[in-house]
C-alpha cells in the first residue's frame, strides 16, 4: 500500500514543486513505483515532467467535480516508475465550485483510496492557499511533507501551517503527521541562510532532513525543459542533493514501517 504524502506551505515560492517533482522523480529512480498528484491549479508539477496541460482529456479538475474515475485521470509521464495525475487551469474555479457539494473536503481521499494498492508512494503538490483543495489534500495524506526556504522571515506562517496541520487532524484525518521537513535554497555563502537552518532546526526538532537543498541555477532552469533534474543535469548540485534527499526520505520512512 503507498504512503501518501501532501508538499504542503501555505507560503509560495518556498520549492513546494521543486521539491515534488524532484523528491518523486528521485525516489522512482530508487526503484519505487510513484505517483504524483497535480492538485494546483497553477499546474506547474504537470509541466515539470513535460506533459502539455492544454493537451489533457481529463485533469484533477474533472475528479473533484465530476468524480470521474481516478484510473481514467492517470497519464504514465515518459519517465520510469512515474504516473501522474494533472492539473489544469480549470481547476482555479474548482474552490468554489467544491463549496457545494457534498463531502467536499474528502473527495480526493476517496479517489486516492481507490489506487493506493498500484504504488509506493503518492506525492501530492499543494497550491499556496488554505482553501478546499488544500484542505482535500490534508484530509487525503498520510502525512505532510513541508519545505522551507533559507530566507528572511522563513519561520513567518510556520505557526499558522501547524495550526492547519492540528485542525485537520482534529477534524478530518486524526492520523495526519509530519513527515519531515525540507530547508531548501541554501546559500552557504550567507549568514543568514546558516541562521535560518539552525532556526528551524530548533523549532522542528527531530523532523529536519540532515539533505539540504542548494540554491542551484540547473533546478530553476529544468522545468523549462519539462524534466525533473536528474533527467535535465544528473551533476548538478541540485541532482546531487535531491537524489541524496530521496535516499533520507526512504531510509527514514523504511525504517519506521
Ligand atoms: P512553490 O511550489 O512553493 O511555489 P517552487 O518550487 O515553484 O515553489 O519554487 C519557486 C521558484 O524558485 C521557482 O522558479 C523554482 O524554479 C525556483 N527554485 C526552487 N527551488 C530552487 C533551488 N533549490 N534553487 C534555485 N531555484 C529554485
Ligand atoms: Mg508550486
Redesign the pocket.
Known sequence: MAKVIA?F?Q???????????NLSACVANKGKKVCVIDI?P?G?TTSGFGVDKTQLEYSIYDLMIDEVNIRKIIIQTEYENIDLIPSSSELAGAEIELVSTNDRERKLRKAINEIRGDYDYIFV?CP?SLGLLTINSLSAVDSVLI?I?CEYYALEGVSQLMNTIQLVKQSLNPSLEVQGVVL???DGRTNLSIQVVDEVKNYFKGKVYTTI???????????SHGQPIIYYDNKSK?AE?YLELAEEFIELEEDVI
Do not use: C, H
Open positions: 508538499i506551505n507560503k509560495g515560492g518556498v520549492g513546494k514543486t521543486t521539491t515534488n517533482v494546483d497553477q506547474n503538490d499556496p519545505p526556504q531548501s535554497m541554501f537543498i542548494p540554491r542551484n541555477v540547473r533546478l530553476a532552469e529544468a522545468p541540485g542533493a
